[in-house]
C-alpha cells in the first residue's frame, strides 16, 4: 500500500532536516519543527500539493476526490446513484475522526428527500475504503454484534483532504492530528480500533502491532487544562484496566500542549516526536 507523505517524507520533500532525536531539540529547532508539522497538518502528504498556494492545492485535492469517485467508484462499480455517493464524501470528509453510523446517515438523506437503500449505503462505504479515499475504524469489541451495532469512526486517507468540505471555517487541527496518527499507525501494519470504557469514556486508538504488542493511545491537541487533562487520563486508566497488556500513551500537537502532571504508566509527547521514531 503506498501512502501520502507521513511527516518525516514530508520533511525530507521541503529540504528540512528530519532530526534523529526529535525529544531533544533546542528551543528554535523545537519552533521550526513544530511550525513545520502545523503545515503538514493543513496541506497533507500528497507529493504534488507541496508547496502549492492554498487555493492550487485545494483545486488539485477536489480534483483528486473527483477521479477517486468518478474513475474508482462509479466507473468501476457501475454506481447509478451518484447524489448519494457525493452525499457519502462529503459527509465524511467533512466529518473527519467522527462517529459514523450507516443507519443514521440513510435517515438523514430520506429526510432529504433522497431515495438510496440502505444497502447502497454500505456498499458506497466500501467502495470508498477499497479505492483509499477513507478508512473507518471499529470499536473494540469480543461482540461481533455489538461491534457491528455501534457507529465506526471515520477519517480521510490524507489530512489536506479534511478542509475540501468543511464550511465550519474552524482549523480542524484536532481532527487532522488524529487523522495523521490514525496513518501512522496504518503504515506501521497495526490493527486499530478505538475504546469505550464502561464509564462513557473514548480512548481514540488500541493498536495491535504484528509483533504482538498493544497500546492505548489518546490524541489530543491540547492536555494543558486541568479539566482537560483529567478527562483524557481518566479515560486512558479505564481503558488500560480493560486492557492491561497495552501501553498507554498520550499525543499532544505541541510540547507546549503536554499535561503537567502524569499518573504513573502513562507516556505523554508531542505527536511529532512519535512520528519521527521509527
Known sequence: VLHPFGFGEALAHGGMAVPEQPDFLDAPA?????GAFLDYL?????????????????????????????????????????????WLVRHLLSNAAGLFSVEKFHADLKSQGLSIARDTVHQLLAYLQDCFLV??????????????????????????????FDRSGRANRGHALETVVLLE?????????YVKTRGGFEVDFLARYPDGDEELIQVCAEARERSTAERELRALEEAGA????????????????????????????????????P
Not at 30 to 34: D, K, Q, Y
Not at 56 to 81: G, I, K, P, T
Not at 186 to 191: G, L, N
Open 185 to 193: 499507525l496504518e503504515r506501521r501494519r497495526a490493527e486499530v480500533t
Open 30 to 34: 523545537r519552533s521550526a519543527l513544530e
Open 42 to 86: 493543513v496541506v497533507g502528504g500528497f507529493p504534488e500539493a507541496q508547496n502549492l498556494d492554498a487555493g492550487s492545492r485545494l483545486q488539485l485535492l477536489r480534483d483528486y476526490v473527483d477521479v477517486a469517485m468518478l474513475r474508482d467508484v462509479v466507473e468501476r462499480h457501475n454506481v447509478s446513484n451518484v447524489v448519494g455517493l457525493r
Open 242 to 277: 480493560a486492557h492491561p497488556r497495552a501501553r498507554r500513551r498520550l499525543l499532544t500537537l505541541t510540547r507546549d500542549g503536554l499535561p503537567p502532571n502524569l499518573p504513573a504508566g502513562v507516556v505523554a509527547e508531542p505527536a511529532y516526536a512519535w512520528l519521527l521514531r
Open 135 to 164: 478508512r473507518t475504524v471499529w470499536m473494540e469489541s469480543t461482540s461481533e454484534r455489538q461491534r457491528m451495532v455501534n457507529p465506526r469512526k471515520a477519517y480521510p486517507v490524507d489530512p489536506g483532504l479534511i478542509p475540501i
